[in-house]
């Protein structure tokens, strides 16, 4: 079902807060003047998903390629400032939350974010939006036994001169709800925060404290995960086991069973990857396990997307017994830091940066509380993986102002992972796991 078809209102912009979802992305603009699950159901038999419903177009190719790019940096970037802490993020949130912040640069700014984003040189901003809105279209609905639902939407001050055009292609491109918001009334801070609450079905609250002074906008970009195990594990099964953290101690974690495989795997001598299929089978989890041995850290110097396709594509069958955490836990960071380390420094320069691209025509970029750029880039998420299935949320907050038989294979030490649709191709999540959170 499309997502038009579930919320028609959507559609015309002015909508009650979109349909729960849980990887959220907002972008906000400013000018100065594992728990344990409960007893699931009988699984339900569920038709493999053997292709895409259509053929990719080259620049939706090109966008997935961008995309999983810029995650596999940001991913790299974070890990490196913190390489002993748990890791959860979602590449595709955060590439959408500033595609749409895209769309108001301009110049050197634009060339700045676009690289940084991944694109190419020769990319344009008319085949970058095609790109993004038709992924979401193909993306809607895929799989119909697994919840994926990718929601945005525009608020801005009705009292700042946003160029009428800019609106209407963010929310035409990005399927968006966009709605003028009184920005001096303290309770505009709970109407965004009920939508990123109700976008990620509860799991992100408070993702805005207080609106700062001269802020002027936030867009905000929805994908709700859940998804089933196409095989669950046995709750029966589930046992206190060691993990062994990265100091070479050990702490006890739920481990789930499986006795039977039903997944893929790829091995080698510094690495295991494994391959669990939810519902109909386009969307996985793969997880990277380190050999024996071997960082974590190591391992994952210098992954990039070519890499990943390379690891993706030796995958095959299994049938080993397969254990691995149950482990729920929550992360948020700043991502400024790591943005700039990426190439977007102007982005966030007061007096460089160029977002006339939201103005008004007429009005000067550069003039006094026209002058926008970016001031602040957050991501908070959630993730849930136990013997039923998975769900995944994800925030990201962007400020702009002036001035996110077989031996068994046992996951029982630090590892990485994704959630990812196979067919086109797209990471939705990204992960490391150094030391699973208690319950």
């Not at 609905?141 to 697994?146: E, H, I, K, R, T």
Request: proline fraction near 6%.
């Amino acid at each position: 079902m499309k997502r038009s078809e579930r919320d028609p209102a959507r559609r015309a912009r002015t909508a009650a807060p979109v349909q729960t979802s849980a990887a959220v992305a907002a972008l906000a603009l400013s000018a100065a003047c594992g728990s344990t699950p409960t007893e699931p159901p009988d699984p339900v038999e569920t038709t493999e998903i053997t292709t895409l419903p259509r053929a990719l177009t080259a620049a939706e190719e090109a966008l997935i390629s961008s995309s999983n790019a810029f995650g596999f940096d940001l991913f790299a970037e974070l890990l490196r400032d913190e390489p002993d802490e748990n890791l959860f993020m979602s590449p595709l949130s955060a590439h959408l939350a500033l595609g749409m912040a895209l769309n108001g640069a301009r110049e050197t700014t634009f060339e700045a974010m676009r690289t940084t984003l991944g694109f190419e040189a020769a990319a344009d901003l008319a085949s970058i939006n095609a790109a993004y809105a038709d992924l979401l279209e193909l993306l809607d609905g895929l799989d119909p036994s697994v919840e994926l639902d990718v929601a945005n939407s525009v608020w801005y001050e009705p009292t700042f001169p946003f160029r009428s055009t800019y609106l209407e292609t963010v929310g035409t491109t990005f399927d968006a709800r966009v709605e003028a918001l009184d920005f001096a009334d303290p309770g505009s801070v709970d109407v965004i925060n009920t939508w990123v609450e109700d976008a990620t079905n509860g799991r992100i609250t408070e993702m805005l404290d207080q609106i700062d002074a001269g802020e002027v906008m936030f867009l905000l970009n929805a994908i709700y995960f859940k998804g089933d195990w196409r095989t669950r594990f046995d709750a029966e099964l589930t046992r206190d086991a060691p993990f062994r953290l990265t100091d070479g101690s050990t702490k006890n974690v739920k481990m789930m069973t499986r006795e039977e495989g039903d997944f893929l795997t790829s091995h080698n001598a510094t690495f295991d990857l494994i391959d669990l299929p939810y519902g109909g089978t386009p969307f996985r989890m793969t997880i990277l396990l380190p050999a024996e041995g071997v960082s974590l850290a190591s391992r994952l110097e210098g992954l990039d997307a070519a890499t990943w396709a390379s690891w993706i594509s030796g995958l095959a069958s299994s049938t080993a017994p397969f254990q691995m955490p149950r482990f729920r836990l929550e992360w948020e960071k700043q991502l400024r830091d790591a943005l700039e380390a990426l190439g977007m420094e102007i982005a966030f320069q007061p007096g460089q940066a160029n977002f006339g691209g939201m103005l008004d025509e007429g009005f000067d970029p550069s003039a006094p509380g026209t002058d926008l750029h970016i001031t602040r880039v957050k991501q908070k998420s959630f993730v849930d993986v136990n013997e039923v299935g998975t769900e995944a949320a994800a925030s990201t907050s962007v400020g702009i102002g002036v001035t996110s038989a077989p031996l068994p294979i046992v996951v029982d030490r630090p590892f990485a992972f994704a959630i990812r649709e196979r067919l086109s191709g797209t990471i939705l999540f990204l992960g490391a796991v150094l030391d699973p959170p208690g319950e």
